[in-house]
């Protein structure tokens, strides 16, 4: 007790400082994220005392288990649908030259900052019964009855791979700009055709991009709400909705909180076994 | 490398109708928020101010949008000095626990919203705070944080901080030197993550939905609720103010960001 050296001192206290910089926001935090969160957790597993009442009631009736695989199919969808689309695009942007670059992120950022109930709005005027698609598709004779594009599954799909594609596009991007055009080159220089090169250095090196990627917009799609509520038509019932109607329709917060845990779980598995590949601030910073 | 020219126009056409998909939505609200018919109709047959005169001529949306307004400057307001302050405790340690702190505070981007929205009604429920502007802004702010955290320690990143020490040894106490030598050379970022914040809170409509109504109901709760029940045209013109709105402050967020660099 009696040395202490100086620099350890003023380290201590330099660390007690920031902790105390940092303890409002953690507060906050714990008071609106930790302890709502934790008190679901509780709630999944109580009723007059401990059960696992609730996670057999939603693992063995059948409305829930269609909402999972529903909400799981969409999931898987959607993000090969943005890995598809946004692949091209993103390789576009790292390859063109400016303007055209900023021209194509733009068009990638503008929708990123659009509220989605605009979207939601946007899309429902797009592919209504007697909306604007169905319009054009019969003046020009390639249909005679309208098509159900919306509230049903394919609406929503449709809006949500929307929603979604630019947290595709700028991780890919962000990838792809750093890998070294000469290494094309090379490849191309040792006789390899473009897909041949493509394939076999573009592809692999990119590949750190398509896991953020399809990582985030798997994730995102799990927790899905407002997109499927307006646009599912009352029949695309994902996870969020179950979760929300159990508490305001039916005010089973059991029920809710145990569907709401699975969620949770399911979200953060999928983020624990893609963090083995990629750091996780690395995925949300690209973000 | 030149490539066959066929391949590359297929290619140029595939990602050019991406980009017409994607940008589509935002194109098609304009003309429909100035149609002169209740009805979905493209291009709209006559034009018209109506929509805008039934947004701005109804108390309900008026009420409803300075509620939004209001919820956003406050929310700002709380998170971004707490928000920066989170960020230099982040940015100044490098120890186990601040990490795992840094972590935590990231949560609201990784917890799917509904799981935290319905764990906040049931709390806010207990405490009284259901439909009190105290509860909504409290909610923006804890969402609007790993905002300004990420983009004040990206700005942090980049600053050299031998500066604030030298200020300090020149005698000036710590909070001194941090608001004249550091601040001012991360304000870009201070900025964009207070506008991101301000975006984030205005768009915020899951949580609204549970803890929102009454006089303290939000803009996006009514809109959510106008879409559902009805397609009121209306939402054209709001959403085209809406959308208007937030392309200039992230404009000011970019371009104040693009300043600082």
Redesign the interface.
């Known amino acids: 007790m009696s040395v202490i050296d100086p620099s350890l001192r003023y380290r201590r206290r330099?660390?007690g400082?920031?902790?105390l910089?940092?303890s409002?926001?953690?507060i906050?935090?714990?008071?609106?994220?930790?302890?709502?969160?934790g008190?679901?957790m509780t709630?999944s597993v109580y009723d007059n005392g401990f059960t696992l009442e609730h996670y057999r009631r939603i693992f063995s009736e059948d409305i829930y288990w269609r909402s999972f695989t529903l909400t799981f199919r969409i999931a898987l969808m959607v993000t090969v649908l943005t890995l598809i689309?946004?692949y091209?695009?993103a390789y576009?942007a790292a390859h063109v030259k400016r303007p055209w670059d900023v021209l194509?992120l733009s068009?990638?950022i503008?929708?990123f900052?659009?509220?989605?109930?605009?979207?939601?709005?946007?899309?429902?005027?797009?592919l209504?019964r007697?909306?604007?698609t169905n319009?054009m598709l019969e003046r020009f004779g390639l249909i005679s009855e309208p098509l159900a594009l919306v509230h049903n599954e394919l609406g929503t799909v449709i809006a949500t791979v929307?929603i979604l594609?630019p947290f595709m596009v700028l991780p890919l991007y962000s990838t792809m700009q750093k890998i070294p055009r000469e290494l094309?080159?090379a490849g191309?220089s040792l006789g390899g055709g473009?897909l041949h090169?493509f394939l076999r250095v573009f592809l692999p090196l990119s590949l750190p991009g398509v896991v953020a990627g399809l990582t985030l917009v798997f994730v995102l799609t799990?927790?899905f709400?407002?997109t499927p509520?307006?646009l599912g038509g009352g029949r695309t019932i994902m996870i969020?909705m179950v979760?929300?109607r159990n508490?305001?329709l039916y005010n089973q917060?059991g029920a809710?909180?145990a569907v709401?845990v699975v969620?949770?779980v399911a979200?953060?598995a999928v983020?624990a076994l893609v963090g083995r590949i990629i750091p996780?601030?690395k995925m949300?910073?690209q973000? | 490398?030149k490539?066959p020219l066929l391949p590359r126009l297929l290619?140029?056409a595939?990602?050019g109708l991406?980009?017409i998909?994607?940008?589509?939505?935002?194109l098609?609200?304009v003309p429909?928020s100035f149609s002169a018919t209740r009805?979905?109709?493209?291009p709209p047959p006559a034009l018209s101010l109506r929509w805008y005169a039934e947004y701005f001529g109804n108390p309900n949306w008026m009420q409803a949008t300075r509620m939004s307004a209001l919820i956003g400057l406050l929310t700002v307001i709380v998170a971004t000095p707490?928000?920066t302050?989170?960020a230099?405790?982040?940015s100044?340690?490098q120890?186990k626990?601040?990490r795992s702190?840094?972590?935590?505070?990231?949560?609201?981007?990784?917890?799917?919203?509904?799981?935290?929205?319905?764990?906040?009604?049931?709390?806010y429920a207990k405490l009284g705070l259901i439909q009190t502007l105290t509860g909504l802004v409290?909610?923006n702010?804890?969402l609007g944080?790993p905002y300004v955290?990420?983009s004040v320690v990206a700005g942090l990143q980049s600053f050299d901080k031998t500066q604030e020490m030298v200020a300090r040894s020149l005698g000036m106490n710590?909070f001194r030197a941090f608001l004249t030598v550091t601040l001012p050379q991360i304000k870009a970022s201070v900025f964009a993550g207070g506008i991101f914040a301000f975006?984030s809170a205005i768009?915020e409509?899951?949580i609204a939905?549970?803890v929102s109504g009454g006089q303290y109901q939000t803009l996006?709760k009514r809109?959510?609720t106008a879409?559902?029940d009805e397609?009121d045209p209306t939402?054209?013109s709001i959403?085209t103010l809406?959308?208007a709105a937030?392309?200039i402050l992230?404009l000011l967020a970019t371009s104040g960001q693009k300043r600082a660099a």
């Not at chain 2, 998909?21 to 935002?26: K, M, V």
């Not at chain 2, 009805?39 to 493209?42: A, K, P, R, V």
Request: aromatic content about 12%; proline content about 5%.
């Open positions: 330099e660390q400082l920031m902790l910089l940092a409002p926001a953690v906050v935090i714990v008071a609106l994220v930790v302890i709502p969160v008190w679901l709630q689309l946004g091209p695009v576009a194509i068009f990638v503008l929708p900052w659009t509220s989605v109930l605009v979207r939601a709005y946007a899309w429902l005027v797009l209504q007697t909306g604007v319009q929307h594609l094309m080159l191309a473009p090169t799990l927790g709400y407002i509520e307006l969020s979760v929300s508490v305001e917060w809710a909180s709401g969620l949770l979200v953060i983020f996780l601030d949300l910073g973000k | 490398m490539q290619f140029g595939f990602v991406v980009l998909y994607l940008i589509l939505p935002l098609i609200i429909m009805f979905l109709t493209f707490l928000g302050a989170a230099y405790a982040i100044n340690s120890t626990l601040m702190l840094h972590m935590m505070l990231m949560l609201p981007l990784i917890v799917p919203i509904i799981i935290i929205a319905i764990g906040i009604f049931f709390i409290l909610a702010v804890m944080l955290i990420t710590r975006i768009d409509t899951i939905l549970f996006t809109m959510f879409l559902r397609i939402i054209a959403s809406l959308t937030s392309f992230v």
